[in-house]
């Protein structure tokens, strides 16, 4: 069975803070960790994923398979961050598996 | 292509009526998938195809739920005798099957509201 647990359902940073989304997950096998964000009135999309150790709009994320983790971070926030963060799981099949989400609020 | 469509945005019906929801993928993916979403929560999984094979349902899929996508295109999700608790966003996504980690492309979701 896979499960993504995101402890944090609202997070309030101010602008220009630092931000860490936090993300667990547990899966037997060797899986593919996302982060998915809905902006207000928008459409789940996706943000970033694992294997392309990319940093998209200043996020960054690293797998960490030792503490089951795939936190999402971000040196200073920005107003325009402000949104539902969802941290998701693929295993095998290539089917996801969603966490609850983080509501994030950014405030100036 | 514009990306994933559903249609209708929002449907709101009486119990015990039938509603069914339409989604039209990206045109080059081979896997469709539907997702539950209820307010507080992440999107569930549903069920999946890959063309036109359903491969999977969960179990959350009660007997009054069916899927279909005809000829591997669009897909149909019908809910019959809808429930009070079958309000909620039902969300239509579209991938491609090779696993590339590329993700899902959503769509914007069919909000059902059963009174």
């Known amino acids: 069975a896979q499960r993504v647990t995101q402890p944090e359902k609202l997070l309030s940073v101010f602008k220009g803070a630092p931000v860490e989304l936090k993300c667990n997950y547990s899966?037997?096998?060797?899986?593919?960790l996302f982060w998915y964000v809905q902006y207000s009135r928008q459409r789940l999309q996706l943000l970033l994923r694992h294997i392309s150790r990319e940093s998209i709009k200043g996020f960054t994320a690293d797998l960490n398979k030792g503490e089951t983790s795939f936190h999402l971070k971000k040196p200073f926030a920005q107003e325009e961050d402000s949104a539902m963060y969802y941290c998701a799981l693929s295993g095998s099949d290539y089917k996801l598996s969603f966490g609850a989400g983080t509501t994030v609020t950014v405030r100036a | 292509d514009t990306g994933v469509s559903q249609n209708p945005r929002h449907k709101i019906t009486k119990r015990g009526q039938n509603v069914t929801f339409r989604c039209d993928p990206i045109?080059?993916?081979?896997?469709l998938y539907w997702y539950r979403q209820t307010l507080g929560q992440g999107p569930e999984f549903l069920t999946y195809?890959?063309?036109?094979?359903?491969?999977?349902k969960s179990r959350l899929l009660s007997d009054r739920f069916s899927a279909e996508r005809p000829k591997g295109s669009f897909s149909t999700l019908e809910i019959q005798r809808t429930e009070q608790g079958d309000s909620a966003m039902y969300l239509c996504?579209?991938?491609?099957?090779?696993?590339?980690?590329?993700?899902?492309?959503f769509g914007s979701g069919t909000r059902l509201t059963v009174v």
């Open positions: 899966y037997s096998g060797s899986p593919e």
């Open positions: 045109s080059e993916h081979n896997r």
């Open positions: 996504a579209s991938s491609l099957r090779d696993g590339t980690g590329y993700g899902y492309t």
């Open positions: 195809f890959q063309n036109e094979a359903q491969l999977e």
